[in-house]
C-alpha cells in the first residue's frame, strides 16, 4: 500500500475494500430505497475502519478510505468528512492494538474513574489522552458518558465493555491484553449485569406474597 507522510502519522494514497468488506456492505446498501444508499454511510465508514484494523493492526479510517466510502454510496466526499469526523466512534489518526477508551463523566467520576485512568497511564506509559504507548500496542482516549452507568466506572478496550472498575483490575486487565489474553467483558466484580452487589434484593422466590394471594389484587 503506497503511503504519504503528514505532521506525525502516514496517511495511505489508496483504499479498496476487501472481500469481506464486500459482502458486508451489500447487505447494509440493500437496507435502504434505491437512491437513499448515502444513509450507509456509518456502516460503511465502520467496515472501512475494521478492515484497517485486520490489514494493519490500527482501527482507524484514512482519508482515502474515507473517498472511497464517498464514491461507493454517491456521495460528495465532504459529506463523508463531515460524519467521519464528528463521531468519536471513527478514528481520523491510527491508534495502538488497544483502544483503551476511558469515561470520565460524572456518574463514573463519582464512582472512581480517575483511578481508573492513573493505573491506565502507569500501566501501558501514555502520559496524555490521545497519544499512543512506544511500544504501539495501547491509546488512551477520554470519552462521555458510555450509557453503562449502572456499572460505572467503564473502560472500553475496543468494542468491549469492563465494568465495575478501580485501579487494580485496570491494571490486570491490561497486563492480560499484553499477554494475547481477552478477558471476558462485563463486570469485573462477578455481579450479574447490572444486579445488585451481592446478588438480587427482590423477585428471590416465585411465591406471591400472602397479601396478595388473600386478596386476589
Ligand atoms: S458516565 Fe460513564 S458510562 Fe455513563
Redesign the pocket.
Known amino acids: 500500500m503506497a503511503e504519504s507522510s503528514t505532521a506525525d502519522f502516514v496517511q495511505p494514497t489508496s483504499f479498496e475494500f476487501d472481500a469481506e468488506s464486500n459482502a458486508a456492505i451489500d447487505a447494509v446498501v440493500a437496507k435502504y430505497p434505491p437512491g437513499r444508499q448515502a444513509s450507509a454511510v456509518i456502516p460503511l465508514l465502520d467496515l472501512a475502519q475494521r478492515q484497517m484494523q485486520r490489514q494493519t493492526g490500527s482501527a482507524w479510517v484514512p482519508r482515502v478510505a474515507m473517498d472511497t466510502v464517498a464514491k461507493r454510496l454517491s456521495m460528495p466526499p465532504i459529506r463523508v468528512y463531515e460524519v467521519a469526523t464528528f463521531y468519536l466512534m471513527f478514528n481520523t489518526r491510527p491508534v495502538g492494538k488497544f483502544h483503551l477508551q476511558l469515561?470520565t463523566?460524572?456518574?463514573?467520576w463519582l464512582r472512581g474513574s480517575d483511578d481508573v485512568v492513573k493505573a491506565c497511564h502507569a500501566a501501558t506509559g501514555v502520559k496524555h489522552f490521545g497519544e499512543t504507548s512506544a511500544d504501539g500496542l495501547f491509546t488512551m482516549t477520554e470519552v462521555e458518558?458510555?450509557?453503562?452507568?449502572v456499572n460505572?466506572?467503564?473502560l472500553q478496550v475496543d468494542d468491549d465493555f469492563y465494568e465495575d472498575m478501580d485501579a487494580e483490575r485496570t491494571k490486570a486487565l491490561i497486563a492480560a491484553l499484553r499477554r494475547g489474553e481477552r478477558p471476558t467483558p462485563g463486570s469485573t466484580t462477578g455481579r450479574q449485569t447490572s444486579a445488585p452487589e451481592g446478588g438480587a434484593t427482590t423477585l428471590t422466590t416465585l411465591e406471591f406474597p400472602a397479601s396478595i394471594v388473600a386478596t386476589g389484587d
Open positions: 469515561c463523566t460524572t456518574p463514573c458518558c458510555l450509557g453503562a452507568c460505572a466506572p467503564i
